[in-house]
């Protein structure tokens, strides 16, 4: 059964930026379920793969088990429902180059308006849709070493994947729907995060 990613809410967004993440959802899925998806998370290079259970243990994954917890679409303590849910509140205070903030197992993160606002103006889709596989697995658990100082793990190397995957779709397809802006994939790039953990 394919894997579906859910927009729940996207509070304070305008029409024109509810639209366009809508279109980035669109594409996380076809990314997640593209058929080299999940061999590529499979041999991702992972430093670690931290997560943290709800009782507030950290434990390792293993690349089997990162692939059946998107695939299954299941946030800490949520059933497998083959469902990624998102949902989104749109903050003037975090400020470039902080993307967003999420506290590991909770719905909704916050995103900075500035990333929200340059991706829709921009016509960038592939950048939100990195951006949510990223901010969705701290949802699922998944938890940097350290803030920031430790890049190959989970969350990045799974938004890799994805923005990988719609770059060689974009490429063969020419599909408008699906583009990346290259300063904003390097705004992302140096991007900073705030967790409520971690
Ligand atoms: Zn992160």
């Given amino acids: ?3 579906s990613v859910n927009i729940l809410e996207l509070s304070d967004f305008s029409l024109a930026e509810q639209q366009h ?5 669109d594409i996380l899925a076809l990314a997640v379920n593209f058929p080299s998806f999940r061999d590529r998370v499979l041999t991702a290079p992972y430093k670690e793969t931290y997560f943290r259970l709800e009782g507030g243990r950290r434990i390792s994954l293993k690349p089997t088990e ?9 946030e800490r303590g949520t059933a497998a429902d083959g469902i990624i849910d998102i949902s989104i509140r749109k903050d003037p205070t975090i400020e470039e180059p902080v993307v967003g ?9 916050r995103t900075g308006s500035w990333f929200i606002e340059r991706c829709t103006t921009a016509g960038d889709t592939i950048s939100p849709a990195r951006h949510m596989i990223h901010e969705w697995l701290h949802v699922a658990g998944f938890v940097h070493k350290r803030q920031n100082g430790y890049r190959n793990d989970v969350a990045y ?4 994947v994805v923005r990988g995957i719609l770059r060689e779709i974009a490429a063969q397809k020419s599909d408008h729907q699906i583009s990346e802006d290259l300063g904003i994939a390097a705004a992302l790039d140096r991007s900073l995060e705030h967790l409520g953990e971690d």
């Fill in 1 to 3: 059964m394919p894997t």
């Fill in 66 to 74: 990162i692939v059946q917890i998107i695939s299954d679409g299941i």
């Fill in 101 to 109: 903030s999420t506290v590991p197992g909770k719905l909704p993160w």
């Fill in 21 to 25: 993440f809508g279109r980035a959802r």
């Fill in 157 to 160: 190397l799974v938004g890799d």
